[in-house]
């Protein structure tokens, strides 16, 4: 019915007017950014929060009908754990990108985006570029996620060293590779 600089007022059945903050508009964007997405008139859809009878009040929240990515995506997304990512936009400093399969957009600074400083550049990617990261840091409280690719390269080669050779026998990663690669093709033949 109504648009204010703190949020929208709904009209409900019955004649009764609730009102969405605009910190309960969307879970991803401010508050300020997500209001330019509704008209007077437009319909919504929209949960009850809190209804207080003494200060005739309804509060609402539009975020909340489709539930939180957040913890949607908590049994997929963990410490620790590889995903496959899109890059959505690329800056001077890093890459924004979401977490596929879930609604979560993360930021991968440019000490990230490699373990070799020579690929430390964000400018390599292009948007709907798929990457694979590993989550670094997850917190639901503060809504907060963290993704490296230098981080799933470190995992990824620690695995490989533990699987097929020690550091301490003095051999690269190249050598343990080819040596791996030799035991495989013996084996097949």
Known sequence: RNITEFGLFVGLDGGVDGMVHLSDLDWNRTGDEAIKDYKKGDPVKAVVLDVDATKER????????????????????KKGSQV???VVAVQDNGIEVKIVDTDITTFIKRS????DRSE???????????VDAA??????????????I???EIAEEKQAVAQYG????????????KAAIKKKDEAQQ
């Open 58 to 77: 309804i509060s609402l929240g539009i975020k909340q009908v489709g539930g939180d990515p957040m913890e949607k995506a908590g049994g997929v997304v």
């Open 135 to 148: 989550i670094t840091a997850f917190d639901k409280s503060s809504r907060r996620v963290s993704a490296s």
């Open 166 to 177: 020690s550091s301490d026998s003095g051999a690269s990663l190249g050598d343990i590779f």
């Open 150 to 152: 230098k981080a799933l």
């Open 120 to 130: 430390q550049r964000p400018e390599r990617f292009n948007v709907g570029d798929k």
């Open 112 to 115: 990230d985006l490699s373990r």
């Open 84 to 86: 496959t990512c899109e």
